[in-house]
């Protein structure tokens, strides 16, 4: 069914909510695209002057083919090569969606979007439409098909759940860059210490490198461990140039409203290491090597000017 101008205009108002939503639910910018094309050929095939409101129309399908793309997203991630990672957003992608709130911003962090995966695919849906987009419990029972009362109840095991994982310090945009280039110079410095005090005693180094990049299986748990892996990371390599397509331009920036390190050759963006800040230290650093998960990071770089890098690597 041909879709009139009206129509068009309401579903592309609607598209960077929908975005924002489905990438919150999925953990892929490419798989919330994905689903957000799916609802739009399903409004395209209904008859839109009978459906009074459009924005609940398209949340309720939207929600329900993350939903049904989450099923099927468990049975793939059983068999992914080692860790597996959200895909990161670079700041200013319009993909994150609102971040006015701390709850919001909590909502878009890799931190819990990492978290989320442990998160029933119900108990993701009540979680993020209620954190990050303020729907009441009734509009939540509705776009899901329950009462309020198990949405309720699936929303307060959901944000337990969130709360047990670590929690994340709010820092401002300068300290997040001081933070990261302090961290940088440690872990070149060639002095271990120096890194340990950076960390909390029980952080961890994660990688996600999907079977196309080296990435260890098992994360790195505890300081010492930690500080020693990022050491030899940052250690020049001829194999480590020929892995990546050259020698890597090393950039404090940030991605998912959190601090994160961005190396890149030739203007692609071949890793993005997320750095958690607690609030004894770095409890965390994520990286995401999977090319196929920063397609969308390198688009978003390389339209950005982002001056000279710190030093280069590898």
């Not at 924002?20 to 695209?33: F, N, T």
């Amino acid at each position: 069914m041909a879709l009139t101008m009206n129509a068009m205009d309401r579903f592309e108002a609607s598209m960077p909510r929908l975005e924002a939503i489905a990438y919150r639910l999925l953990g892929s910018a490419s798989e919330a695209e994905d689903a957000v094309q799916d609802t739009f050929l399903r409004w395209q095939a209904a008859d839109v002057d009978r459906i009074e409101v459009p924005e609940a129309w398209l949340t309720k399908v939207l929600t329900n083919v993350c939903l049904n793309q989450l099923t099927s997203a468990r049975a793939r991630r059983e068999t992914y090569v080692g860790q597996w990672l959200p895909e990161p957003l670079l700041a200013g992608d319009p993909m994150l969606g609102p971040a006015e709130t701390a709850e919001q911003r909590e909502s878009l962090s890799y931190a819990v979007l990492t978290l989320l995966e442990r998160l029933s695919p119900n108990e993701r849906a009540v979680y993020v439409l209620k954190e990050a987009f303020g729907y009441t419990h009734r509009e939540i029972a509705e776009i899901l098909d329950i009462t309020e009362a198990a949405g309720q109840q699936i929303f307060h095991r959901a944000k337990k759940h969130v709360a047990d994982g670590k929690a994340r310090t709010e820092i401002d945009e300068a300290t997040a860059r001081r933070i990261v280039e302090e961290f940088l110079a440690a872990a070149t410095s060639g002095q271990t210490d120096t890194l340990v005090r950076m960390l909390t005693t029980d952080a961890v180094a994660i990688g996600d490198g999907g079977g196309k990049v080296p990435a260890r299986a098992k994360a790195f748990e505890g300081a010492r461990a930690v500080a020693t892996f990022l050491r030899g990371l940052f250690k020049s390599s001829p194999a480590k140039r020929t892995l990546v397509g050259g020698s890597a331009g090393i950039y404090a920036a940030a991605a998912n409203g959190a601090p994160a390190v961005v190396a890149v050759v030739d203007g692609r963006v071949v890793g993005v290491m997320c750095v958690e800040i607690g609030a004894d230290g770095i409890a965390a650093v994520r990286s995401q090597v999977n090319p196929d998960k920063l397609e969308r990071a390198t688009r978003r770089w390389t339209a950005t000017d982002h001056g000279e890098p710190l030093f280069h690597a590898f």
